[in-house]
């Protein structure tokens, strides 16, 4: 079956643009995971979602970083006036329940580049 | 520091050799994750466990939770398994994957 998918693959923008990132989870799944990955640093908590409760957002750096799931079903992840240092791969990913333990199939992530 | 901290950063291997990546962790945690990122690609999902020892082909993984500690083990080792090797322990009370830094194996012919 089809796994997660994200778009686009890869994102060029200016500074100060704002640009929106998308997280197409595996179909059925509740959960919705957002992750960043910086050159060369580990990945990074941002936001997860679990079917209609309040999303955890004690992840996101900073009030520029906002994220949705309609639906219940896809994501955007939303960063606005974008800085150099949000440069990353972010990386989506969905599991079947929140607090069950079950593993978490990955997106292939969008690489964001901010010049 | 690092609530999950892996060992070595970095591994360079001959094709055959057995090999051993370490995970430890200071946090209350209720499941590990052992993720692989290929070069470029995206990452997958190795093995989730929360006691004893899980086997998959060539890879081992075992979790000792008394001591906090994972290790992820590769028999005859091949260049394809040259990969970035992540660990992440899902915390007990938020239940959010917290991440170590990685492993980069590079396994030579």
């Known amino acids: 079956g089809a796994g997660v998918s994200q778009s686009p693959s890869n994102k060029v923008t200016e500074k100060g643009k704002d640009v929106e990132l998308r997280c197409d989870p595996i179909?059925?799944?509740?959960?919705l995971y957002w992750y960043r990955q910086s050159l060369g640093q580990g990945l990074e908590f941002l936001i997860y979602?679990?079917?209609?409760?309040?999303?955890?957002k004690s992840g996101l750096p900073s009030d520029r970083f906002s994220a949705e799931r309609t639906g219940g079903s896809v994501s955007t992840l939303t960063i606005q006036r974008t800085q150099q240092e949000d440069s990353a791969v972010y990386l989506c990913?969905?599991?079947?329940?929140?607090?069950?333990?079950?593993?978490?199939?990955f997106g292939p992530g969008t690489r964001l580049t901010v010049l | 520091k690092n609530e999950v901290e892996q060992s070595p950063q970095n591994l360079t291997a001959q094709e055959g050799e057995f090999i051993t990546i370490n995970c430890s962790y200071s946090v209350g945690i209720s499941a590990l994750h052992w993720l692989q990122q290929h070069p470029g690609g995206g990452i997958v999902s190795l093995f989730m466990?929360?006691?004893g020892k899980k086997k998959h082909g060539r890879l081992i993984a075992t979790i000792n939770i008394q001591e906090k500690h994972s290790s992820l083990h590769i028999t005859a080792s091949h260049p394809r398994d040259s990969a970035v090797y992540i660990c992440?322990?899902?915390?007990?009370?938020?239940?959010?994957?917290?991440f170590g830094t990685g492993t980069r194996l590079q396994v030579f012919p």
């Open positions: 466990l929360s006691s």
């Open positions: 992440a322990g899902y915390h007990y009370n938020t239940d959010k994957l917290i």
């Open positions: 179909s059925g799944h509740t959960a």
């Open positions: 990913a969905s599991t079947l329940y929140k607090g069950e333990n079950r593993p978490q199939y």
């Open positions: 979602f679990q079917g209609n409760s309040a999303p955890d």
